[in-house]
Each structure stands twice: as structure tokens, then as C-alpha cells.
């Protein structure tokens, strides 16, 4: 294949990540499936690859990075979209048992935090290194990296980074912090031939989603994943998304 586009996926074995896959694929894209869960059996081929990842370690993330140029020598786009929901309370596990004396809290849980705010860092900085490496290779020798492309980094925050939610409120803030982070990081980055962008899904049913959740909430509120992926496919057309760099939507 000559100068293939070759996409990082994380989350990628379910929910949007799973559904964005196979629509690149569609498309002509290689992809690479960051994911603790193993992707279903059926997808994987010359053109979905899988790496096991944990994306709240930089350590698991390096060694993503580095298997996925080592496909093309080169990677093109990166989708940050693992996330996992509230790993910790802070109001609802006070107990005092009427002891004025009690001993404070254990430490409290901030894996939420790791994967969805972290995590997203350090994908970030591991695709412009990459990206970098990109040129570097396209000014050694075309016929190996070929033309660089304008790097795209996709970060999947939520309309929850928008307004508040009582019910999530780890969830709620790292997707806030994404948020700001995206609209902070863009103009520095579209001077390295990178855009970064977010997109801001309602309720999308995916693998986090708690049954009895799905079972309450009305279908007119929920985002299709079809919207979803035309959101994804608008910011990554050839030209469309090159303009486009710190929006969230």
C-alpha cells in the first residue's frame, strides 16, 4: 500500500471507538485498536490492528505509539476516545458512625481521572512527537513517509464538559478539562500541521452505560452513533478539518 493513513483508536473495541474503526476502514485507513478489552474477533485484519493498552500509563501508551508507526512509519490521526465512568464518591461515603474521632477516608479512587484526563494527555504529546516524525522522514525520503499530511487529533469529551453533572461529577470535570485542554493546546499545535478537536456527544449507548440508565432515558435525547461518526468524518476530510482547530461540538 503506498502511503497509507494510519489511525490509533483508543477505546477502540467497543462503543464509538469500535464504530469509528470500521468506518475508517470503509474509508481506506489502517487502524490501530488501543484497548484493554480485546476488539470482537471478526474485524481484525490486514487493515485493523490491536494493541493492548492502558492509556492511563504513559509506559502502555509509548509502547502503542511506537507499534503503530512502525506499520507505515508514519501515523496520521489519533482518536483519544477511552473513558470509564465515577470511580469514587466523596459525599455519599461519609461514615462517621457517630464518632467524632472517626478516622479520615481512604485514599479516594482517581482512575477516572487517569484514563480520561491523563490519558488524553499523553496521547497528545506521544502524536506530536510522532507527527514530527512524520516530516522527518517525508524530508529523508518521500518514497517512506511520502507526502505529510496535516496531523488530526480527535479528543471525545462529552456535552457534560459543557454543563454540570451531579450524578458524575469525576466524569464531568476531566471532561470539562478536556475541553479546555483542546481549546488551549490548538494554536500552538496548528503551527506544528496538527489540528485538535473535540467532539461533544450527548448520551450515546456504549459499553459505560449503566442498564437501568438506558432503560430511563427517553430515545429523542439520545445522540445516534451516526452522528457521532459524521462529526468524526467532517473533522477528518481532506481540507474540511484543516481550518478547524480547537472546536468543541
Excluded at 4 to 20: M, N, Q, Y
Excluded at 30 to 41: G, K, S
Excluded at 114 to 139: P, Q
Excluded at 166 to 184: D, E, F, M, N, V
Amino acid at each position: 500500500m503506498t502511503n497509507p493513513r494510519v489511525a490509533i483508536i483508543t477505546g477502540g473495541s467497543s462503543g464509538i471507538g469500535l464504530a469509528l474503526t470500521t468506518h475508517l476502514v470503509s474509508q481506506g485507513w489502517t487502524t490501530v485498536i488501543a484497548d484493554l478489552q480485546t476488539p470482537p474477533d471478526t474485524i481484525l485484519g490486514p487493515f485493523i490492528h490491536y494493541h493492548h493498552t492502558d492509556v492511563s500509563s504513559y509506559a502502555s501508551l509509548k509502547s502503542l505509539f511506537s507499534f503503530a508507526f512502525s506499520l507505515y512509519s508514519r501515523v496520521d490521526f489519533v482518536a483519544l476516545n477511552a473513558g470509564i465512568d465515577d470511580r469514587d464518591d466523596i459525599f455519599n461515603s461519609i461514615n462517621l458512625e457517630g464518632d467524632v474521632n472517626a478516622a479520615a477516608p481512604a485514599e479516594p479512587d482517581m482512575r477516572t481521572f487517569e484514563t480520561n484526563l491523563f490519558g488524553v494527555y499523553y496521547g497528545i504529546k506521544l502524536f506530536a512527537h510522532y507527527h514530527a516524525r512524520n516530516s522527518l522522514l517525508t524530508d529523508q525520503d518521500g518514497e517512506k513517509g511520502g507526502k505529510n499530511r496535516v496531523g488530526k487529533i480527535i479528543i471525545t469529551a462529552s456535552n457534560v464538559g459543557l454543563y454540570p453533572m451531579p450524578a458524575a461529577p469525576q466524569y464531568c470535570a476531566a471532561k470539562h478539562a478536556l475541553i479546555g485542554l483542546t481549546r488551549s493546546l490548538a494554536p500552538k499545535a496548528a503551527k506544528q500541521g496538527i489540528t485538535i478537536n473535540a467532539v461533544c456527544p450527548a448520551i450515546v449507548e456504549t459499553s459505560i452505560m449503566p442498564p437501568l440508565l438506558k432503560e430511563n432515558i427517553p430515545a429523542e435525547i439520545m445522540t445516534p452513533m451516526s452522528t457521532v461518526i459524521r462529526a468524526f468524518e467532517a473533522l477528518l476530510a481532506d481540507g474540511e478539518g484543516d481550518g478547524a482547530c480547537g472546536v468543541a461540538g
